[in-house]
């Protein structure tokens, strides 16, 4: 037996790979003296020691900006859409009842979630062409030192990234690591990178009560939090549940390429995917039974006009007192419980519970004072804590083939969300702050 | 890729030298212009600040005629491509908004100004530069 | 119809290939029983219809991770006509292990020698037919960006679909007499086991047997009388300690 193995399935290995370099060696004649490539130029700048990690930011800095940014107009027709849509159903419909259902049940329901495919799809299509000019793995590359020291894996970082696109094929995107407890973090802290189904939430609260001039601020200190939260939970699951080091970073570094465009739509198309089956699916029912609720009894709330009155009202102040301490009434509670389906939800729900287009929810919270400053934020710091939504729960449970992560990954976010919200209250308050 | 040419390094060397200092003016510009410093705002002066320091550390390379300036030069050049790009991609976008009735008015702002005349800049290089790497595999 | 499957490591232009040869025909499903995705297309060529399905991209086929046992089973238990191994022409020593591991489970092979215009550009000679002569399957350079070569690479399925599976053909790799005789060991075990010959490739099951791959044992246990998988086991056990 061969005198380096250590034991039968090593010796395989090794005859292996004896029988490959002496096939290359008889097949492969190498070209003369060092080639330098167009990879190697690029690399020279982009893993360099000091600007690799600023080029990197910069690039994430223009993906988030066509994504959010470019993509507004886009929305803006979106929502023209739907509003012209349910105001010819109101006119088309003389039944009430079928015109409420369709106009805000169905319609105003889709159209809050499909306002998010712009945004959405322009995050993947900047992620897939990233990823097919080959800069992605360079990004893990120049960030696998800090990563490390986080005791996460460089490769987690791609997963974390497409977080901020969507949870779910962040999760999914966690296969590629071939270590099980690397994985296991990655997938357990991801649902704390704020997706982009969080940030209509945080638009509305933050535009409405922190004005034009502080709800940028409010917003990227929102991310932040994520993204600082993340890093916690990954040193103290590597301390605890995944004791041991990070598995050695081995990537190969792809050639450049120049991005194919066909290939980086179809890329962006079979991420996106994901998200309007979500819509059609999950979301559409959530606002569905949404408004079922705000409208029944359907006598005591005069058609759907008086929510005070409604089963949903009821259920909002049941469960108001567990939020009260928080200083949110029973709308938020309402919101909140239905945001566990999907977290657009929220904003749908205040939709429907405030009578209010999505332009005007803003002023209508204002006006009913529902939030100051500090509830306000402290609501946006809960919402992007607490459970993801059934969808990651959903993912979680599939990927790890078990209920007990699902159930612990729900449980730890959610006590997660009550201590960060309490302690935030508590230093606002101490610094007298209402 | 034959080794750059004294002449021809000096010059781009003195190209480069120009952007960097263009990126950072500009970076300067906006940091002096803009009073009110919201994260968003501070982001994208530290962009053009990294593009600044893409070209800066490209010069000596350049000057001294090594290809290690060059590359410096060719990531310079996509970083201005991107964000000049993402810039003038904004500026439509917030022409539209204006055409759908959403925004007031419309004008570019100061900062899509800079960026793009930054951009109409550095752009002469890119043939330039295509042609000296032409032959070179990915 | 013939069933043709994709595989390679990562980051070979396994993608961009499957994308050229199915274009817009893709459906995107789950492979059974676990949720790595399942991306499937179809084309037509000299009349005959293919579906190419495409595997996950790996370097190995152990079990340890879910997208190596994914490609592994779809190849061992769904049993495509062709596989088609791209590989990376700048560098084969590392994209070959794949293959020789595809080598072993008896399939019909068609390698795909991706990135050719880089190998070209590089300098690099790689003498194909001699490559192919060596691994026992036809080898078609491709470049994936461009579509080079990839018509070539259609008439090549087409061809290998046509052959018969080749089953018990001469290996491609010989471990060497010491291993060699234990894996012809386990084989004649394997071979009592009717339900395993019809299932399974031997040579590959005998060496994963030896290999001691958790599923390849699980999957057999069932198959496998008590006694004979006690004999598997002895061999190893006997190596083992002889190593030490």
Redesign the interface.
């Known amino acids: 037996?061969s005198e380096y193995?250590?034991?039968?399935?090593s010796?395989?290995v090794q005859?292996?790979?004896e029988?490959?370099?002496s096939?290359?060696d008889?097949?492969?004649?190498?070209?003369?003296g060092e080639?330098?490539?167009?990879?190697d130029?690029?690399d020279?700048?982009?893993l360099?020691k000091h600007?690799g990690i600023?080029?990197f930011?910069?690039?994430l800095?223009?993906m988030f900006?066509?994504a959010f940014?470019?993509?507004?107009?886009f929305v803006?027709?979106i929502e023209?859409v739907f509003e012209m849509l349910g105001a010819w159903v109101n006119q088309a419909i003389s039944d009430p009842y079928l015109a409420s259902f369709v106009s805000v049940g169905v319609i105003g329901g889709l159209g809050s979630v499909l306002v998010f495919v712009p945004p959405i799809f322009g995050l993947f299509l900047a992620l897939s062409i990233l990823e097919d000019s080959g800069y992605m793995?360079r990004a893990a590359f120049v960030m696998d030192r800090f990563m490390y020291r986080l005791g996460l894996h460089g490769r987690s970082f791609i997963p974390l990234m497409i977080g901020f696109g969507c949870n779910v094929p962040a999760i999914?995107a966690t296969?590629?690591m071939?270590s099980e407890k690397d994985r296991m973090i990655t997938m357990l802290i991801s649902p704390l990178i704020s997706c982009s189904a969080r940030l209509p939430v945080y638009v509305l609260i933050a535009g409405a009560l922190f004005g034009a001039?502080?709800a940028?601020?409010a917003v990227?200190a929102v991310y932040a939090l994520g993204i600082v939260l993340a890093v916690v939970m990954a040193l103290i699951f590597r301390r605890t549940l995944f004791k041991g080091e990070p598995s050695p970073f081995v990537l190969?570094l792809?050639?450049?390429?120049v991005p194919?465009a066909?290939?980086a739509i179809?890329?962006m198309w079979?991420r996106g995917?994901m998200f309007l089956k979500k819509a059609g699916t999950i979301i559409f029912w959530a606002t569905i039974i949404v408004w079922l609720l705000s409208v029944h009894p359907w006598e005591a709330t005069s058609g759907g006009q008086v929510i005070a009155e409604s089963y949903i009202a009821w259920i909002g102040h049941a469960i108001e007192p567990v939020f009260q301490p928080f200083g949110w009434d029973w709308m938020a509670a309402v919101a909140l419980l239905f945001g566990l389906v999907a977290k657009e939800v929220v904003v749908g729900t205040y939709g429907i519970l405030l009578g209010a287009e999505e332009a005007g929810l803003g002023d209508a919270l204002v006006s009913q004072g529902l939030f100051t400053p500090l509830t306000g934020f402290a609501f946006m710091a809960f919402v992007l804590i607490y459970v993801p939504c059934v969808a990651v729960i959903g993912?979680i449970a599939?990927?790890t083939n078990s209920w007990r992560w699902p159930a612990f990954a729900l449980v730890y976010q959610t006590a997660l969300a009550f201590i960060v919200t309490g302690v935030i209250i508590a230093v606002g308050r101490l610094a007298g702050l209402s | 890729m034959e080794e750059l040419k004294h002449s021809t390094g000096k010059w781009l060397g003195a190209y480069a030298l120009i952007l960097g200092i263009g990126y950072a003016a500009a970076a300067l510009a906006e940091a002096t212009r803009n009073p009110e410093i919201i994260p968003g705002g501070l982001l994208s002066i530290a962009v053009l600040l990294v593009i600044s320091a893409t070209y800066l550390m490209g010069v000596k390379g350049l000057i001294g005629g090594r290809r290690e300036g060059l590359s410096f030069l060719m990531g310079g050049l996509l970083l201005s491509g991107a964000v000049g790009g993402l810039y003038l991609m904004m500026a439509g976008a917030d022409w539209l908004m204006y055409l759908l009735g959403e925004t007031e008015d419309f004008a570019v702002t100061y900062e899509t100004s800079l960026v793009t005349i930054l951009l109409i800049l550095a752009m002469p290089l890119m043939p330039i530069l295509r042609k000296m790497t032409r032959k070179m595999a990915w | 119809m013939i069933r043709a499957a994709l595989i390679g490591n990562p980051n070979v232009g396994k993608t961009e290939i499957f994308n050229r040869l199915t274009g817009l025909s893709q459906k995107v499903g789950n492979f059974p029983g676990v949720t790595v995705e399942k991306k499937a297309g179809r084309l037509v060529h000299q009349g005959r219809e293919i579906e190419v399905v495409d595997l996950p991209g790996t370097y190995s086929l152990t079990a340890h991770s879910v997208d190596e046992l994914v490609a592994r089973d779809y190849i061992v238990l769904e049993r495509p006509e062709v596989i088609v191994d791209i590989v990376d022409g700048t560098n084969l020593e590392r994209n070959l292990y794949l293959t020789l591991l595809l080598l072993e489970m008896d399939a019909n092979l068609v390698v795909a020698l991706n990135r050719w215009d880089m190998v070209k550009a590089r300098g690099m000679e790689i003498d194909i037919e001699k490559l192919s002569e060596l691994l026992g399957c036809p080898v078609v350079p491709t470049v994936a960006i461009t579509g080079d070569g990839l018509e070539d690479l259609k008439d090549s399925i087409v061809d290998a679909a046509g052959q018969k599976r080749a089953k018990g053909q001469d290996a491609a790799l010989n471990y060497g007499c010491d291993i060699e005789r234990l894996i012809s060991k386990v084989e004649d075990l394997i071979r009592k086991s009717p339900a395993l010959v019809e299932k399974y490739p031997q040579r590959w099951l005998a060496i994963k047997m030896l290999e001691g791959d958790e599923m390849a044992m699980e999957q057999t246990r069932a198959c496998l009388s008590s006694s004979q998988l006690a004999e598997i086991l002895s061999i190893i056990e006997a190596v083992e300690a002889a190593i030490k």
């Open positions: 037996m193995a250590e034991n039968l399935s010796a395989l005859r292996r790979y029988w490959i370099a096939t290359v008889s097949t492969v004649k190498k070209g003369s080639i330098f490539t167009l990879t130029m690029l020279q700048v982009f360099d600007l600023p080029i930011l910069t690039i800095w223009t900006q066509f940014a470019v993509s507004e107009p803006v027709i023209r793995a999914m296969r590629s071939d001039s502080y940028g601020t990227f190969e792809p050639t450049y390429a194919d066909s290939s179809l890329h079979s995917r993912t599939k990927e």
